[in-house]
C-alpha cells in the first residue's frame, strides 16, 4: 500500500478553512475597533458615502484617502463606503447637473444636447464640461451637507447598540 504525503483530508481541509474564517473575522473586529467610537465611525462612513456620490467620475477615492489621513479616520471603513456609493454615484450624474444648472444664475438654463457637445471644438468642450462639473459639485455640495450631518447621527444611534463598538466609546 502507497502512503500519499502532503494531501489533506477533506476533514482537515475543513477544520483549516474554519480556523481561516475565524482568523479573518477576529482581524476584521480588530481593524473596525481600532479605538473608533460608534460616533466617530458614523462620521467616517458617512463622509465615504457622501464623498462616494461626488458627481466626478475618479476622484472620491482619493479624496477619501487624504480625508481619513487628515482627520485620523479609518482608511478602509470610508473606502467601503464610498465603493458602496459607487452605483448612486453614477446614477446622480444627470439630476446633479440639472439642479446645478437651476441653482446658477449664469449656468447654460437649457438641456444638454449631447450631440452638439461632441461636435464642439475641443476647447469649448472642455470648458462647457467643467463647467457642468462645476455646477454638479455645487448641487452634490448643497445636499451632501445635510446628508452627512443626517447619517451620522442615525448611524451613530444605531452603531451604539453594536456591542464590540459600545466598548471603544469611553475612549473617543
Not at 24 to 30: D, S
Not at 60 to 84: G, K
Request: hydrophobic share 60%; charged share 10%.
Amino acid at each position: 500500500m502507497v502512503k500519499l504525503t502532503g494531501c489533506v483530508s477533506r476533514t482537515d481541509s475543513m477544520s483549516m478553512m474554519k480556523k481561516s474564517i475565524a482568523l479573518i473575522q477576529r482581524k476584521v473586529v480588530v481593524w473596525m475597533r481600532q479605538g473608533i467610537s460608534p460616533q466617530r465611525l458614523a462620521l467616517t462612513l458617512s463622509l465615504g458615502f457622501a464623498i462616494g456620490c461626488i458627481p466626478v467620475v475618479g476622484i472620491p477615492t482619493l479624496i477619501c484617502s487624504a480625508l481619513a489621513l487628515a482627520l485620523q479616520l479609518n482608511l478602509p471603513a470610508i473606502q467601503a463606503a464610498n465603493y458602496v456609493a459607487m452605483p448612486l454615484q453614477l446614477l446622480l450624474i444627470v439630476p446633479f447637473v440639472h439642479l446645478g444648472g437651476r441653482l446658477v444664475a449664469f449656468g447654460s438654463g437649457h438641456a444638454i444636447e449631447a450631440g452638439a457637445l461632441l461636435h464642439a471644438p475641443p476647447l469649448d468642450m472642455i470648458s462647457r464640461m467643467g463647467g457642468l462639473a462645476g455646477e454638479a459639485l455645487l448641487a452634490w455640495l448643497l445636499i451632501a451637507v445635510p446628508a452627512v450631518a443626517l447619517m451620522t447621527a442615525t448611524l451613530t444611534v444605531l452603531l451604539r447598540r453594536v456591542p464590540a463598538l459600545a466598548a471603544a466609546e469611553a475612549g473617543d
